[in-house]
């Protein structure tokens, strides 16, 4: 029973997408960190930098299509953080969502609109249940939950849309009842810390977050089978991917992500009705690893722990 006496947690949420993966998938990707943990994880995305030397923009997109170099280096290390974290039950939350567009029926969100304002829609409706139901499951229902700020990758599609920047704020607090909000408005900040939109400690969550939805979604669907530098990062989450998407519930996985790190997908059969709501009816989790084929021709296993 939610105890309003009890000492909130505050959250910082952090956001980003990636499109027509496969001609197919789009994914929402969302990290949710303790606010007072954010100086901590800085400082280890910072040691990483130094240490490799690399200070420009580090997106998924952007890796080295030779597997090598400080960008690749920088990227692999990044994504051992999330390894890292999990086994010493620290300071990260992953929620991902794929989204395959061959089973949606695309005018539940808005017949005859642009492709544009459709995906728009789409996401806002999916980033809604993303972000409450991230809220709920990873930090619990007696006690008070502070979001301080949902921080979002710049993407004009998302900043032009009439209500995304507000709506999934509303319902978080409107719906929760332990959940409240400090902002009324999703901030979008530039990836590129060269940008006059950077933001000193934002933009590089922000460039974090693209690398991990970038190297979980990459572990299944190996959309660029000529990258070495992605499949070089994604390699670094493959086995605990493949755990996730297996054995989702596996309290005991050496790994420690129960409750921690998830990642799902929807529809599991084509959505035929006119209802274009994220139900937890037509989520999944098992599929196979792309890149696990890739790279050693093995299939992936179900229920490995």
Known sequence: MYDYRKPPISIT??????????????????????????EYMRGLLNAVRSTYSYFHELKFSGLNRSGRGEKVATGKKWASIVLDEAKQNGALYLKILGIDR???????????????????AMYNRFFRS????????????????????????TE????????????SIMCAERDVENVSVKTNSIQFVDSDP????????????????????????HCVECHNRRNEGMHEVAKVLLPLVERMSHNPRNRNSSYGYHRRYGISFFPKEKVSKSEGECSTDGLYSNRQMALKTKVSGQRSIPGIG
């Open 13 to 38: 949420v952090y956001a980003d997408e990636r499109k027509q993966l496969c001609d197919r998938w789009d994914y929402i990707g969302l990290v949710f960190i303790p606010s007072n943990r954010l």
């Open 156 to 167: 004009g599609n998302l900043e032009n849309h009439e209500y995304f920047d507000w709506h």
């Open 194 to 217: 060269k940008s006059l939109e950077a933001h000193p400690v934002h933009t590089e969550f922000v460039q974090f977050a693209d690398i991990i939805l970038g190297a979980i979604s």
């Open 130 to 153: 993303q972000l409450i139901g991230g809220l709920k499951y990873y930090f619990g229902a007696d006690h008070p939950i502070v979001v301080d700020e949902v921080v979002h990758d």
């Open 102 to 120: 061959h089973n949606l029926n695309e005018n539940a969100f808005g017949e005859n609109s642009s492709k544009s304002a459709t995906y728009a």
